[in-house]
């Protein structure tokens, strides 16, 4: 059995002396028994590996490289899985959606606005009062169904993002 001193395992563990003897304090790595400063390489590596496997490579308030390094791939793997959405239609930006919105809310109100000077020639004519419901009721209809619509009024804003751009 050959037997190694700290500066061939810190070599073959690519670490400095130093670090090997603070793993050796710290107990990760032990010295073969009766000859102090020595080490069986093998085992040695194998404790190292288990060390660095166990999550603490930086000490025990180190961060866990492996441990990062998955999260930093998920959020990759979703921010690629949004952009994918975003491309297919099926995921929207916020900005968008509130640009579409606050159009949708000033063209209802608009048209809520306009109903009594639209209104008030045909309406004073009238004298039956279910007739005045009934005209009152479609206008208003006619008004909430444009807020209904979300899906059209969506996809106009979307043309005409594309055409500043240049896409179409």
């Given amino acids: 059995m050959t037997l190694y001193n700290v500066k061939a395992v810190a070599r073959v563990l690519d670490l400095s002396e130093r670090r090997v003897r603070q793993l050796r304090d710290e107990g990760v790595i032990e010295e073969y028994k009766g000859k ?35 999260l930093f791939m998920k959020a990759k793997r979703q921010d690629v899985e949004f952009d994918l959405k975003l491309k297919e239609g099926d995921l929207h930006k916020s900005e968008d959606v509130e640009a579409v919105m606050a159009g949708m809310l000033v063209n209802f109100k608009s ?56 896409d179409l």
């Fill in 36 to 70: 102090a400063g020595l080490y069986e390489l093998i085992p040695t590596v194998h404790k190292y590996i288990s060390f660095l496997r166990s999550g603490k490579p930086d000490g025990e308030g180190g961060v866990n490289y492996h441990t990062e390094r998955a």
């Fill in 111 to 166: 048209r809520l606005a306009a109903l009594p000077a639209k209104l008030a020639a045909v309406l004073s004519k009238k004298t039956n009062k279910a007739e005045i419901q009934k005209i009152l009721k479609a206008a208003c209809d006619e008004a909430l169904n444009e807020l209904a619509d979300f899906n059209s009024a969506f996809e106009v804003k979307e043309v005409k993002k594309e055409d500043e751009n240049g």
